[in-house]
């Protein structure tokens, strides 16, 4: 069956940066967009990142140019580099496969197909 299993989170000063993972398993991984959401406490789910099974990457205007998302598809693990994090970066991190044509971080939330348990972030 399907399993995201996220892991890297953490807490961090405003400025630091984190490095989080994902390993997937369960079907095939290249073939699927996936990526990354978030959810603060009181927050509506935000799309943040989204890498395509062409390679293609999209960000959410609230990340872009601090975030930079990458995929192994020989490790079958996506990664989500953060940097210059902010006290509004804070959030439970969810890794998502999403079944769609067009794999934008907008994208993610209305296809998902499958996410993690979720991995923390706090920024302090």
């Known amino acids: 069956h399907v399993q995201l299993v996220e892991s890297g989170g953490g807490s961090v000063q405003a400025g630091g940066s984190l490095n989080i993972s994902c390993a997937a398993s369960?079907?095939?991984?290249?073939?699927?967009?996936m990526g990354w959401f978030r959810q603060a406490a009181g927050k509506e789910r935000e799309g943040v990142a989204a890498?395509?099974?062409?390679?293609?990457?999209s960000y959410a205007a609230s990340v872009k140019d601090r975030f930079a998302i990458s995929r192994d598809n020989a490790k079958n693990t996506l990664y989500l580099q953060m940097n210059s994090l902010q006290p509004e970066d804070s959030a439970l991190y969810y890794c998502?496969?999403?079944?769609?044509?067009?794999?934008?971080?907008?994208?993610?939330?209305?296809?998902?197909?499958?996410w993690g348990q979720g991995t923390q972030v706090t920024v302090s």
């Open positions: 369960g079907y095939t991984y290249s073939s699927y967009c």
């Open positions: 890498s395509g099974p062409d390679g293609t990457t």
């Open positions: 998502a496969r999403a079944e769609t044509v067009t794999c934008g971080a907008a994208d993610v939330i209305p296809n998902l197909r499958s």
